[in-house]
């Protein structure tokens, strides 16, 4: 059976600067897979390549065996792969519910013609909208909060918004950016059992990039490491944590 | 759930037919009864092409968030297309339909054929390729006449039949509204304006920002290209000044005041500022027509300075919302 990620000699170069270099990923359908490394590994870079963002300067990122490298964004995210930002990117000016069920627009088949004379088949698809994110309004626990702007959520809402929001289109591959980043222990607790939750309940398959080695100890069956922009080790949790090249280049951040 | 006490209310848009049939009965009296003379009337039909041509621009820059220059442009092809159109078959309700049809469709086109191009790329070429699209198109007008004498050059088109009456405009403004209302409340108003807040983090979600920003600007012309052809059949005569650059920041203006991103900011706008125009015109002495570049952007900078989201900032008239939100914001 193969990966249902498989990305192979991933060259990423902005100019003289190699972000990424010869990188290679496999993940196994409905895996959680840990991306780690301290700051400026390349870690985005290498969700940004996966996610249409970037066009890779080479190598081969196949997802569910096709070619996706080089796709554009929305392509991307329409076969089935969604992510989150590092920096939370939300629709500000949105309300809560809007930004969860804009995502979900590609689905849909009433246009401009449907949408201006209020058809039947318009008014069915925006209840079938509205009624889906609201699910995942609820599993996120912001269902008191769908009217708000999303600008005007405290940091931890916007954060679980951000993951309804990529959660809403039933995609298979979910990219989580550093989803824990700014929170306290506590915070990250609960994020995690949310993310075991959610994997379970929609089936889906999870590649998690955190740069606090602690964080995804827990939850991730398997760990890769990035320094420089190269993979430097691969393992389980335990293993990674008693890799001399992990320890080294850890050492010095106090986040062993 | 969720109890809805909005829903027992009437529909918004039962509201929103109301409150116009009994405006226009109201207009309508009031010209009947002399009230307003007909030099007002011309002013209240100006509003009304105003508010049409106005509402399109938030389409393309309060709601899809780009910056376009050249509006007026546009409204200058729906004119002239449709007065040639008129001119061609003779005067008449039909033809005038016809040209109005025409007029929104060719600027629909054009608008097409820059947007494609131009918007795959950063939002800031569209205010570039636009502002260019009007310089050419002044120039085109200008020298009209050596292709198609009826145009008249820079010398102004003329001939053309006033077919446009209140009634036309009223009509053709209110469903510019409703339909406008429509398209923003909706899914695909919501993937335009999610393009606005944040182009990757659309692009993330499966917008693909090239279709809708070019939807939003074909739209959006295309409203410019019906208020043109109004106009056009509202003065008899045109003239390649009136859509060059300082038009469009006219438009831009009314779009700004009303609010980006607010279809009833600009209905209040368009009217407010229509008749704020004539009136300065009839108080004031021409020389202060003079001004008016002065004036404009000190008036903007104000905006900008003390109430940046224009006077309506997003907010809607009651009747302008769509039913299930009702209540909840
Ligand atoms: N668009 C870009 N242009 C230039 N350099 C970039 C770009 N994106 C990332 N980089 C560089 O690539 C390196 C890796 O960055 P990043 O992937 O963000 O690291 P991480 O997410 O692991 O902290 C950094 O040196 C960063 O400056
Ligand atoms: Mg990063």
């Given at each position: 059976?193969?990966?249902?990620?498989?990305?192979?000699?991933?060259?990423?170069?902005?100019?003289?600067?190699?972000?990424?270099?010869?990188?290679?990923?496999?993940?196994?359908?409905?895996?959680?897979?840990?991306?780690?490394?301290?700051?400026?590994?390349?870690?985005?870079?290498?969700?940004?390549?996966i996610t249409g963002m970037?066009?890779?300067?080479?190598?081969?990122?196949?997802f569910r065996?096709r070619?996706i490298?080089g796709l554009k964004p929305h392509r991307v995210y329409q076969l089935g792969v969604a992510r989150?930002?590092?920096?939370?990117?939300?629709?500000?000016?949105?309300?809560?519910?809007?930004?969860?069920?804009v995502a979900d627009h590609h689905r849909g088949e009433?246009?401009?013609?449907?949408?201006?004379?209020?058809?039947?088949?318009?008014?069915?698809?925006?209840?079938?909208?509205?009624?889906?994110?609201?699910?995942?309004?609820?599993?996120?626990?912001?269902?008191?909060?769908?009217?708000?702007?999303?600008?005007?959520?405290?940091?931890?809402?916007?954060?679980?918004?951000?993951?309804?929001r990529a959660l809403v289109s039933d995609p298979k591959l979910l990219l989580?950016?550093?989803?824990?980043?700014?929170?306290?222990?506590?915070?990250?607790?609960?994020?995690?059992?949310?993310?075991?939750?959610?994997?379970?309940?929609?089936?889906?398959?999870?590649?998690?990039?955190?740069?606090?080695?602690?964080?995804?100890?827990?939850?991730?069956?398997?760990?890769?490491?990035?320094?420089?922009?190269?993979?430097?080790?691969?393992?389980?949790?335990?293993?990674?944590?008693?890799?001399?090249?992990?320890?080294?280049?850890?050492?010095?951040?106090?986040?062993? | 759930?969720?109890?809805?006490?909005?829903?027992?209310?009437?529909?918004?848009?039962?509201?929103?037919?109301?409150?116009?049939?009994?405006?226009?009965?109201?207009?309508?009296?009031?010209?009947?009864?002399?009230?307003?003379?007909?030099?007002?009337?011309?002013?209240?039909?100006?509003?009304?092409?105003?508010?049409?041509?106005?509402?399109?621009?938030?389409?393309?820059?309060?709601?899809?968030?780009?910056?376009?220059?050249?509006?007026?442009?546009?409204?200058?092809?729906?004119?002239?297309?449709?007065?040639?159109?008129?001119?061609?078959?003779?005067?008449?309700?039909?033809?005038?339909?016809?040209?109005?049809?025409?007029?929104?469709?060719?600027?629909?086109?054009?608008?097409?054929?820059?947007?494609?191009?131009?918007?795959?790329?950063?939002?800031?070429?569209?205010?570039?390729?636009?502002?260019?699209?009007?310089?050419?198109?002044?120039?085109?007008?200008?020298?009209?006449?050596?292709?198609?004498?009826?145009?008249?050059?820079?010398?102004?088109?003329?001939?053309?039949?006033?077919?446009?009456?209140?009634?036309?405009?009223?009509?053709?403004?209110?469903?510019?509204?409703?339909?406008?209302?429509?398209?923003?409340?909706?899914s695909?108003?919501?993937a335009?304006?999610s393009?606005?807040?944040?182009?990757?983090?659309a692009e993330a979600v499966g917008i693909d920002t090239t279709r809708y920003?070019?939807?939003?600007?074909?739209?959006?012309?295309?409203?410019?290209?019906?208020?043109?052809?109004?106009?056009?059949?509202?003065?008899?005569?045109?003239?390649?000044?009136?859509?060059?650059?300082?038009?469009?920041?006219?438009?831009?203006?009314?779009?700004?005041?009303?609010?980006?991103?607010?279809?009833?900011?600009?209905?209040?706008?368009?009217?407010?500022?229509?008749?704020?125009?004539?009136?300065?015109?009839?108080?004031?002495?021409?020389?202060?027509?003079?001004?008016?570049?002065?004036?404009?952007?000190?008036?903007?900078?104000?905006?900008?300075?003390?109430?940046?989201?224009?006077?309506?900032?997003?907010?809607?008239?009651?009747?302008?919302?769509?039913?299930?939100?009702?209540?909840?914001?």
């Amino acid at each position: 059976m193969s990966a249902l990620l498989d990305v192979t000699g991933l060259l990423m170069r902005f100019g003289g600067l190699v972000a990424v270099r010869d990188f290679a990923l496999q993940v196994d359908e409905h895996e959680l897979v840990g991306l780690i490394g301290p700051n400026g590994a390349g870690k985005t870079t290498v969700f940004n390549a996966i996610t249409g963002m970037y066009r890779p300067t080479a190598g081969s990122i196949r997802f569910r065996g096709r070619e996706i490298a080089g796709l554009k964004p929305h392509r991307v995210y329409q076969l089935g792969v969604a992510r989150t930002f590092q920096n939370i990117r939300l629709f500000r000016e949105l309300t809560v519910l809007d930004n969860v069920r804009v995502a979900d627009h590609h689905r849909g088949e009433a246009g401009v013609l449907h949408s201006v004379l209020r058809t039947p088949k318009f008014r069915n698809e925006e209840r079938r909208l509205a009624d889906r994110a609201r699910e995942l309004l609820a599993v996120m626990g912001l269902e008191q909060r769908e009217s708000e702007y999303a600008r005007n959520l405290p940091y931890g809402e916007q954060r679980r918004l951000e993951i309804a929001r990529a959660l809403v289109s039933d995609p298979k591959l979910l990219l989580l950016d550093e989803p824990a980043a700014g929170m306290n222990p506590y915070e990250v607790g609960q994020l995690m059992e949310l993310i075991q939750f959610v994997r379970e309940r929609f089936r889906l398959t999870v590649l998690l990039i955190e740069h606090q080695m602690r964080v995804v100890m827990g939850v991730c069956q398997r760990v890769l490491v990035m320094e420089f922009g190269e993979k430097i080790a691969e393992g389980r949790p335990e293993e990674i944590r008693a890799n001399p090249k992990v320890i080294e280049a850890y050492l010095g951040t106090s986040e062993g | 759930m969720r109890t809805d006490g909005a829903r027992r209310r009437p529909e918004p848009g039962t509201i929103a037919v109301i409150v116009a049939v009994g405006g226009f009965v109201l207009l309508q009296a009031l010209m009947w009864l002399g009230v307003l003379n007909p030099y007002w009337q011309q002013v209240l039909n100006l509003a009304g092409i105003t508010l049409i041509s106005a509402l399109g621009l938030n389409l393309i820059y309060g709601y899809t968030g780009q910056f376009s220059l050249g509006h007026a442009a546009f409204y200058g092809v729906g004119a002239y297309a449709s007065a040639l159109l008129t001119r061609s078959l003779g005067p008449g309700a039909g033809t005038l339909l016809l040209g109005i049809v025409a007029g929104a469709a060719l600027a629909a086109l054009v608008a097409f054929l820059i947007g494609l191009p131009i918007l795959r790329l950063r939002s800031d070429y569209l205010a570039i390729a636009t502002l260019g699209f009007g310089i050419i198109m002044k120039v085109l007008l200008d020298n009209s006449d050596a292709v198609i004498p009826m145009m008249g050059g820079s010398s102004g088109m003329s001939g053309i039949a006033r077919l446009t009456t209140f009634p036309w405009v009223f009509a053709f403004g209110l469903a510019a509204v409703l339909v406008m209302r429509n398209l923003v409340f909706s899914s695909v108003g919501r993937a335009l304006v999610s393009v606005r807040e944040d182009e990757l983090a659309a692009e993330a979600v499966g917008i693909d920002t090239t279709r809708y920003k070019t939807l939003g600007f074909v739209i959006g012309c295309g409203y410019a290209g019906v208020a043109g052809a109004l106009y056009a059949h509202l003065y008899a005569y045109l003239n390649p000044f009136s859509f060059d650059f300082l038009k469009s920041i006219d438009v831009l203006l009314v779009v700004v005041l009303g609010g980006l991103g607010s279809i009833s900011g600009t209905l209040v706008a368009a009217i407010a500022w229509t008749f704020l125009l004539e009136g300065l015109r009839v108080a004031l002495p021409a020389s202060v027509q003079d001004w008016r570049m002065v004036i404009y952007p000190l008036v903007m900078i104000v905006f900008m300075l003390f109430r940046p989201g224009g006077i309506f900032a997003r907010t809607e008239f009651g009747f302008l919302k769509p039913r299930a939100r009702r209540g909840k914001e």
